[in-house]
């Protein structure tokens, strides 16, 4: 008996979901392991997790704002890794986004919100979409692979913008606080409903409007199209003569960009000003969502919140349990392992069987017959 | 086309039996295996002995079969008919593992070596005795057995540093130190100098002088004769004849026997008057190339033959504009080069069917509208908007009209057989109703039916197009050109149309680069 591997013709229809379930529930299964070889007590740490994150009406909305950073910067990785461009860069572009804003922000402080809300996405657009061209460029030009370039600017813009923060940028009212003044109300988005919703802020709507775009955009259009056939690989598109080097800084500029915004709305709708504690990890996040969502906009929307409510649960499980910040990061990555190995069932069925035994004798032998013992 | 050519019929059922010494048992022994892919039949009741302390030659044309063959030999795919013999005993290789205990070593074109590390931890990688490592006595080791083989190097080289010859060396070196009994190189000069070919000729004769067994796949046919005692050749998957390479008279007769002249098809054609020139080369030099000059017009059939590697694909990647032509003239349509791949129109212009059909002309992860769309996609766009639904109703009459099965544009390209894949990429190519269609290998592995139907499709492109035919199979080419073009190592050897019996009958020795 052995296993007998076969690509599958048909997809696996609601089979999908029964992976995808078992592969997060192995995932919860060995966090809890975790947590009781670390002497916690392993189900305990699950219930405040599911308690903490799905429980309570505030913290499905806790949830609901912290997957907002991060559905946009996956939809923004999402874009490039269609066309198999690694994009690994979206927390320094959330950075440069926020930088950007916040020079926005602070220079047309006298502005009304109508008018400087819009310059500040744009000035976060354009910051984090640069930040994005500049892998792209080095790949095209020098043949830099853009996983490590991406990778790599990432603490380029952190440290930039800190050092902004720490310097040029500190509120001389912030008692020595690494922050920038609060931003004009003109610069700040407001909540949708204080009482009733929440920290829900208005910057809600740009994920309909990305989510919609994004599809729009990759089913309708032929840019779209062209993405999508590039993914096969640089030598199809010469065959098919697709504007691979475009394309390549589209998907950077475009991902870039949607990281920038999703800076600028963290920054003006939580915090209102910049600090270094805007800078959480929602861009690696991101990563594990656009890769668990296999891309598509829906699935991207629904794991953006899963995960943001996870990590809203972990903080819950820090505070009660006293368990190592790191729990959140490594919740994440097991997730991703283990759907990642799920993904396998979904492309190859494994079945047992029994191979074929050979025959005993040849045909037609040449002397062999005779020496054979 | 020559006398041998019936007796050659060696059917596999019964090989030769004066090849190989009779008494002394096969290294290694294929018996009638057969292994088919959905709809090809890549190797065909193969049966065949490898003798130790001899050299055998596999000889083949690209889709022969040759690689279906490899992969068998080492444990990748299991024949679906038939067995294999490793000194005699049957043997089933669950894994890649099992073939190289059994003695079966490969050595691939693509080396699979460590760069970072030296020439005597890459061959010792994971074969160390115990836990501690002895440099010393590893490098020595090496250097014994590189020694003995006549394999010169230097064991504390970094790889990294090494030629691409050398680093071949270190491949054969770990087989050798597995003590491999059969060495099968795959298309080894690929990556070497003539120098360096040399050195490993003289490696190959050094090994089998000390009873290892070695194949050696090729279809370079000076190398063939000069370092096979053997050879085989394999041809639409099957063993199209085994004898001595001391029977061989020349290359031209071993080119003859490779690309054949068995019609495994027979098809009518009417001619159709040539029209317009299409297609206008002149002293085309550079990148491969070597002052090649032809044309083409409306409504002839224009074969490029040669074996693989002459310059074929140069030419192509010229004509469909992936590379600039260095030296000479190329006009397509009437435009020079620059021009027409600089305004280049979706229709009538140009269409490429190109030899890779599933890598290139298509894209595996996409379905059949998304595939049409691929080079049709400006016929089927508003500004930026696409008009899917337009682009599914065509290639669903398209799969109607060409019998493409499945007839479901929702397949993937992947899901297709290369046959159906093949007249699929034939529909959408044509569609775009081109004046010059370039295609290469066109009916490389497909069965007799899905042949016949490429051959029609492009026996009826002629009435609006001229056709550039690049195939390494000369029965093809004779069935379906006006005109036949013979390249070798770069240049056209000489042109002739298709009723000049006298040239035809010499192409074998064109192919093999002789004149006269």
Redesign the interface.
């Given at each position: 008996m052995?296993l007998v591997i076969r690509k599958r013709?048909k997809s696996l229809g609601w089979g999908v979901l029964v992976v995808y379930l078992v592969a997060l529930a192995l995932a919860l299964f060995v966090c809890a392991l975790l947590l009781t070889l670390s002497g916690k007590s392993g189900m305990g740490g699950l219930a405040i997790l599911f308690r903490a994150a799905f429980g309570q009406g505030y913290s499905l909305l806790d949830s609901l704002v912290k997957a907002i950073p991060i559905f946009l910067c996956a939809l923004g990785v999402a874009l490039s890794f269609r066309m198999q461009v690694w994009n690994i860069g979206a927390e320094g572009q959330f950075a440069l986004g926020a930088v950007g804003a916040t020079w926005a922000a602070l220079t047309f402080s006298g502005l009304p919100g109508f008018a400087l809300m819009p310059l500040m996405f744009l000035c976060a657009m354009a910051c984090g979409g640069a930040w994005g061209l500049l892998p792209a460029a080095l790949r095209l030009r020098l043949g830099v692979s853009e996983i490590i370039s991406s990778l790599m600017l990432n603490y380029i813009g952190i440290l930039l913008l800190e050092y902004l923060v720490f310097g040029f940028w500190k509120d001389p009212a912030s008692f020595g606080f690494p922050m920038t003044a609060e931003f004009s109300s003109g610069g700040q988005i407001a909540r949708i409903a204080p009482g009733v919703l929440g920290k829900l802020h208005w910057g809600l709507l740009a994920c309909p409007i990305a989510g919609v775009a994004y599809s729009v955009f990759l089913?309708?259009?032929?840019?779209?199209?062209?993405l999508?056939?590039c993914?096969?690989?640089e030598?199809?598109a010469?065959?098919?003569?697709l504007p691979y080097a475009f394309l390549v800084f589209l998907v950077m500029g475009l991902g870039g960009a949607l990281a920038g915004l999703a800076g600028s709305i963290e920054i003006s709708a939580t915090v209102g000003r910049l600090q270094p504690t805007v800078m959480v990890g929602y861009g690696y996040t991101a990563i594990v969502v656009a890769w668990l969502a296999r891309l598509r906009p829906w699935g991207i929307a629904f794991t953006a919140y899963l995960l943001a409510a996870f990590r809203v649960g972990a903080e819950v499980m820090q505070l009660e349990m006293q368990v190592p910040a790191a729990i959140g990061p490594i919740m994440e990555g097991l997730i991703l392992l283990c759907v990642l190995a799920g993904q396998f069932f979904l492309t190859y069925s494994v079945s047992l069987g029994r191979?074929?035994?050979?025959?005993?004798a040849?045909?037609?032998?040449?002397?062999?017959e005779e020496?054979?013992? | 086309m020559n006398g041998h050519e019936g007796s050659e019929r060696l059917t596999s059922a019964t090989p030769r039996t004066d090849i190989g010494v009779a008494d002394v048992l096969p290294m290694v022994r294929l018996c009638g295996v057969s292994k088919r892919f959905v709809q090809v039949l890549a190797n065909d009741r193969i049966s065949l002995s490898f003798m130790p302390g001899r050299i055998k030659a596999l000889l083949g044309e690209n889709g022969a079969g040759k690689s279906t063959l490899m992969a068998m030999l080492a444990g990748r795919f299991k024949p679906d008919a038939g067995h294999m013999e490793v000194a005699g005993q049957p043997v089933d290789f669950a894994s890649p593992r099992e073939a190289i205990a059994a003695g079966i070593g490969m050595v691939y074109q693509h080396f699979m070596l460590v760069e970072n590390m030296t020439v005597a931890e890459n061959v010792l990688l994971g074969q160390e005795g115990g836990i501690m490592l002895n440099p010393t006595a590893m490098r020595r080791r090496v250097a014994e057995l590189a020694e003995r083989f006549g394999l010169g190097i230097d064991a504390r080289a970094r790889v990294g540093d090494l030629s691409m010859g050398e680093r071949q060396r270190v491949e054969i070196l770990k087989l050798l130190h597995r003590e491999s009994k059969i060495l099968i190189f795959d298309e080894p000069t690929a990556v070497l100098t003539p120098v360096e070919a040399e050195s490993l000729f003289a490696a190959l004769r050094a090994m089998s002088a000390q009873g290892k067994s070695i194949v050696f796949i090729s279809h370079k046919l000076e190398e063939v004769l000069s370092v096979a005692d053997e050879i085989a050749i394999l041809r639409r998957g099957r063993i199209e004849g085994e004898f001595l390479a001391s029977e061989v008279e020349s290359p031209a007769e071993l080119a003859r026997r490779m690309v054949g002249r068995d019609v495994v098809l027979e098809i009518e054609r009417e001619a159709v008057a040539p029209g317009r020139l299409v297609l206008d080369v002149k002293h085309l030099s550079g990148g491969g190339l070597d002052d090649v000059s032809f044309d083409l017009r409306r409504g002839e059939i224009l074969a490029i033959v040669g074996v693989a590697g002459n310059g074929q694909q140069q030419l192509v990647e010229v004509v469909c504009g992936l590379e600039k032509p260095r030296g000479g003239q190329v006009d397509i349509l009437g435009q020079d080069w620059v021009n027409f791949f600089q305004s280049r129109a979706w229709k009538g212009a140009l269409a490429w069917i190109p030899e890779d059909r599933a890598g290139l002309a298509t894209c595996r992860g996409l379905n059949l509208t998304d595939n049409l769309l691929l080079t049709t996609r400006q016929g089927f766009a508003h500004g930026q908007w696409l008009e899917r639904s337009r682009a599914s109703e065509t290639a669903q009459g398209l799969v109607r009209e060409h019998n493409v099965q499945p007839g479901n544009i929702e397949a993937q390209a992947w899901q297709l057989s290369g046959g159906n894949l093949q007249k699929f990429v034939l529909a959408r190519e044509l569609y775009r109703e081109p004046r010059l269609v370039v295609a290469e290998q066109p009916t490389q592995g497909l069965d007799v039916a899905a042949t016949e139907a490429v051959w029609r499709r492009l026996l009826e492109v002629r009435k609006t197009a001229g056709l550039l035919l690049v195939t390494g199979d000369l029965a093809e080419a004779l069935q379906l050109a006006d005109r036949v073009a013979v390249m070798f190592r770069g240049r056209i050897m000489n042109q002739f149309p298709v009723s000049d019996a006298a040239q035809v009958e010499r192409i074998g020795s064109l192919m093999a680069g002789l004149k006269d």
């Open positions: 052995n013709e089913s309708r259009t032929r840019l779209g199209f062209e999508a056939a993914g096969e690989g030598r199809v010469r065959y098919a003569q191979a074929p035994k050979p025959e005993a040849c045909p037609g032998g040449n002397g062999a020496a054979r013992p | -």
